[in-house]
């Protein structure tokens, strides 16, 4: 079956899903819990959280299911992020035109019930689904979909925070006329350093926050 067709705003939505600087980056404890909560919540093997980027669909959390990303043409994420508004529910994947000859359903995970929630941003761009997943057919129940409706507002309240986070750090440690590193930032990192015991790793730690090609003002130390 063909890929899942593109957003009629897919370059405004991958504009939105950057700025959360959330891709390839390590796990975290508050996002693995609300992906492990909604696979214990509505009794499914799989739980995800997904990103969909341009030609991958990235997991930032999962449960029970061991690869962290796979190609945007097999995603049934794809499909869901369409209806950014809507839960995409599927009872049995072989009966879906959609996805009968998707090879995540004809092979590993072998999927067979689905449930997509879109995680939608302020202005409306659908960045990914909270999901579940399972190998046997089941309808989604109006419980089922208020518990994942629940929870991916939930992951998405922590994307928010964490950007929200991100960019405060980023401006406390950020002379606001230069642009360079301020004094707490260099501190910081140098402190940092220390701690590890391991002093060359302040040069390497320093450039991170000093822009290339500019040097440390004198004194700024």
Not at 50 to 63: G, H, I, M, N, P
Not at 115 to 136: E, K, N, Q, S
Request: proline residues 7%; hydrophobic residues 45%.
């Amino acid at each position: 079956m063909p890929p899942a067709p593109l957003p009629a705003n897919e370059p405004a939505r991958l504009a939105a899903l950057r700025p959360y600087e959330v891709l390839d980056t390590a796990s975290e404890t508050v996002f693995d819990e609300l992906v492990a909560l909604s696979a214990e919540l509505t009794g499914n093997p799989i739980a995800l959280m997904s990103l969909v980027d341009a030609e991958r669909q990235w997991f930032k959390a999962r449960w029970g299911l061991p690869v962290k990303e796979t190609p945007r043409n097999l995603a049934f994420c794809a499909h869901a992020i369409l209806t950014p508004d809507q839960v995409l529910s599927v009872a049995d994947a072989t009966k879906d035109p959609r996805f009968a000859d998707n090879i995540l359903v004809t092979s590993a995970p072998d999927t067979r019930a689905y449930i997509g929630v879109p995680l939608m941003d302020r202005d409306g761009h659908a960045l990914g689904t909270l999901c579940a997943i399972d190998r046997v057919p089941r309808h989604h129940d109006a419980l089922t979909v208020r518990t994942m409706q629940t929870l991916a507002r939930a992951v998405v309240a922590n994307l928010e925070l964490r950007r929200a986070f991100k960019r405060t750090s980023r401006r406390a440690s950020t002379d606001q006329m230069t642009g360079l590193a301020n004094r707490q930032a260099i501190n910081e990192v140098i402190t940092a350093a220390v701690a590890a015991k391991e002093p060359m790793a302040i040069i390497g730690m320093l450039a991170t926050v000093i822009s290339p090609g500019k040097r440390l003002a004198r004194g700024s130390l």
